[in-house]
């Protein structure tokens, strides 16, 4: 019996609230402005046969709408797939926050996806400039990220393209890169409470080594790619970080911390990050690549929103 309630939040703010059986609860901030983004998600509901939940998604003044949903791992990743071309063609953020007998789990651990999520760019486009090849790479970059190909094939052949390039090439593309909204103040929040933190991304090592140790995160993972004798790209990968090593990856961590992976928090914007956004009890699915699209719009005001609203909803002062 699905049951829809009018309640009362801090600060007077309103919010509409779903009533399931438990087992998630979902925050959804969306630019209000924008229809086609409150419409392409209630579609995916639908879709997903969860129509009751499109009710919450209509009065346009709430800053966020919330729902209690129960479901398992796969139908969570199914909703998480079908909800990636949301995120990326719409300035919006998902957060889903497992629930034990009505109350969240406490962070103790923080993790993330690298291009398009902590920064706004996707670094392997900004390298294909060098080679002149940004379209190719953009459309390949994208395929990936949605599931439209195998990624750990594309990314192959990314890296194939970008053949010839030298490191310092490579490692000067880290310089001017834009993060998304409330990132790096959100990282620091964890960083002063000392909860580890941790970058996982499938990109190059020479690039996430440089932005992991510039923004002080306790580990990172990446991809290994292969320099020649003179330090020249020379287009293959000794080692790629996918979906399963990345979940491989922080499940190790999670266990030399002694921290239980409902107490970890993960943000993602790719297929290859599912794995570990359904393994953990605080997930969320952003884009800040949509950020670039909504700020260049003329058509599309600013979300009000930032990684900083995921603190706010749990009483957290910023």
């Not at 879709?47 to 003044?61: D, F």
């Not at 998902?94 to 291009?115: K, M, Q, S, T, W």
């Not at 690039?207 to 580990?219: G, H, K, S």
């Not at 020649?228 to 979906?243: C, M, P, R, T, Y």
Request: neutral net charge; hydrophobic residues 40%.
């Amino acid at each position: 019996m699905i049951k829809l309630q009018n309640i009362k939040k801090a600060h007077d703010k309103p919010y509409l609230c779903l009533i399931m059986r438990q087992n998630y609860y979902i925050y959804i901030w969306d630019n209000t402005s924008n229809q086609d983004a409150l419409e392409g998600i209630k579609t995916c509901f639908k879709r997903l046969g969860l129509h009751a939940i499109t009710e919450g998604l209509q009065n346009k003044a709430l800053p966020y709408s919330t729902c209690h949903i129960a479901v398992d791992k796969q139908e969570k990743a199914l909703l998480f797939r079908n909800l990636l071309p949301i995120i990326h063609a719409f300035d919006c953020m998902i957060y889903f926050r497992e629930l034990n007998e009505g109350e969240a789990y406490p962070i103790d651990f923080f993790a993330c996806d690298l291009d398009g999520t902590l920064i706004q760019e996707e670094l392997l486009v900004r390298l294909a400039k060098i080679k002149d090849r940004e379209k190719e790479i953009q459309e390949q970059t994208s395929l990936a990220i949605l599931g439209k190909e195998s990624f750990e094939e594309n990314f192959k052949n990314r890296t194939l393209l970008l053949k010839g390039l030298a490191y310092e090439e490579i490692i000067s593309v880290c310089e001017g890169i834009h993060f998304a909204r409330g990132s790096i103040e959100l990282l620091q929040y964890f960083q002063k409470k000392e909860i580890p933190t941790s970058l996982i991304s499938s990109n190059y090592n020479s690039l996430v080594e440089v932005i992991a140790r510039r923004q002080n995160f306790t580990y990172y993972c990446s991809s290994e790619e292969d320099f020649d004798q003179h330090k020249v790209l020379n287009g293959e990968i000794k080692k790629l970080v996918g979906a399963k090593e990345k979940l491989y990856f922080l499940g190790e961590l999670l266990k030399k911390k002694n921290i239980s992976p409902k107490h970890c928090m993960v943000l993602g914007d790719g297929i290859n990050d599912i794995d570990i956004l359904i393994s953990v009890g605080h997930a969320v699915l952003s884009s800040a690549t949509a950020q670039v699209m909504t700020k260049l719009s003329p058509t599309r005001p600013i979300s009000p929103y930032s990684w900083l609203s995921i603190l706010e909803v749990q009483g957290e002062k910023t």
